[in-house]
């Protein structure tokens, strides 16, 4: 069970040394100017977890800048319709965690005021929110006392104290967890929190740790045992399971592509993406195109290979360029609601909807040869 957040003991109390040295590190080294620290309100420190999940500070800095300018509320995000949503997330991957934003944001606007909760049971019961999100939500946001456990600080853990194991299987997390909350010190949360994932971040790092400039240096069990390089413990090597596929680009008039609303869940559920088919021989038996259109009219483009995370797709494109006479079989014409999922979409407004990153590159590909 998961323990509850509780609001820090007086600063007046002595700092442990090992939350002492990492405060006094962050002060001089730390990350100080991300733009989910200024301010660092609930709602965009919520953001910020999110999108960082599986994802570099890097590249989750434009995408939040862009997400809050267009939606700067979580009341913004609860009532924007889900396209907008999907298309300021687009290119971020793990598109589950923008549909359970949005869904956590009409909860919250439902249930507490449209303000994300201070409590740590509540948190947890929105969709996307784990432990870890809603312990960095409850220090850095609210000064509670809660501790966080994302990779970062699995690693600064696992080497400073010497912990053998794989980090996923369940007895190391809880243990993991264990320390993570003892080590939290009474006072200046948001900042200790803040520390130890920059830490992670920056200094002990997966690949070439910077030991030399570590304020933890002098206690840590990995490097007095030279085991920098074999901890944390690697995840037990398996084999990526490989699938394929095949995709219609279906092209009208040089100008609009038809595109297919994923289902969700599912991958790149909720998304546009091109209608999809289990191999060619799937594609060219489709009841529309079988019955519109004679074999040759389909042309191979290159392939395009994607890794998920569970498995690596290869998908084989065919074009099909669609006369006026035609267009209808296979969605209804511009302004038009959707037809069994499918519209025609124009390649001048990509932007305007959610689409999966690969798809983005074929289309966009498509459209610079177009112009």
């Known amino acids: 069970m998961a323990r509850a957040a509780t609001a820090h003991s007086p600063a007046s109390e002595p700092l442990p040394a090992f939350a002492s040295r990492l405060l006094a590190w962050h002060a001089k080294h730390g990350r100080h100017d991300l733009p989910w620290q200024q301010p660092r309100d609930p ?42 949503v999907m298309a300021l997330w687009s290119g971020l991957g793990y598109y589950s965690r923008a549909r359970n934003l949005q869904r956590a944001a009409r909860l919250c606007v439902e ?27 409850l220090s850095q946001a609210f000064g509670l006392r809660a501790p966080i456990l994302d990779g970062n600080v699995k690693r600064v853990l696992c080497r400073s104290h010497g912990i053998d194991g794989f980090p996923g299987q ?8 264990w320390l993570a909350d003892a080590l939290l010190p009474p006072s200046q949360l948001a900042d200790y929190t803040q520390a130890i994932m920059d830490l992670g971040a920056t200094v002990c790092t ?19 045992t030279g085991r920098v390089a074999e901890l944390p413990t690697p995840r037990p090597r398996r084999t990526l399971p490989q699938r394929s596929a095949a995709w219609l680009v279906a092209v009208h ?28 021989s799937s594609l060219r038996g489709d009841r529309a195109l079988g019955t519109t259109f ?23 494109p065919f074009r099909l360029d669609i006369g006026e006479d035609q267009v209808h079989v296979f969605a209804p014409g511009p302004g038009v609601a959707e037809q069994d999922g499918c519209r025609w979409h124009p390649l001048d407004e990509l932007a305007s909807i959610g689409i999966p990153q690969p798809v983005r590159r074929l289309l966009t590909g498509l459209r610079l040869r177009e112009d």
């Open 43 to 84: 709602y965009r420190v919520w953001l910020s977890e999110i999108m960082l999940q599986q994802t570099q500070v890097a590249t989750v800095t434009g995408y939040f800048l862009r997400f809050v300018d267009a939606l700067p509320t979580l009341p913004a995000l609860a009532r924007a319709p889900a396209d907008q």
């Open 111 to 137: 249930h507490h005021g449209g303000e994300l909760p201070a409590d740590l049971d509540a948190l947890m019961a929105l969709p996307g929110i784990g432990r870890s999100t809603a312990g960095a939500i």
């Open 206 to 224: 997966r690949a070439r740790p910077e030991c030399g400039n570590c304020p933890l240096r002098d206690d840590c069990v990995a490097l007095a």
């Open 253 to 280: 008039d040089s100008r609009r592509v038809l595109l297919h609303r994923r289902p969700s869940p599912g991958i790149w559920g909720g998304l546009w993406s091109l209608p999809e088919f289990p191999d060619e």
């Open 294 to 316: 004679p074999p040759p009219a389909l042309v191979p483009m290159p392939a395009v290979r994607h890794v998920f995370t569970h498995y690596a797709l290869t998908a084989q």
């Open 170 to 177: 369940r007895a190391i997390e809880l243990h993991l967890w």
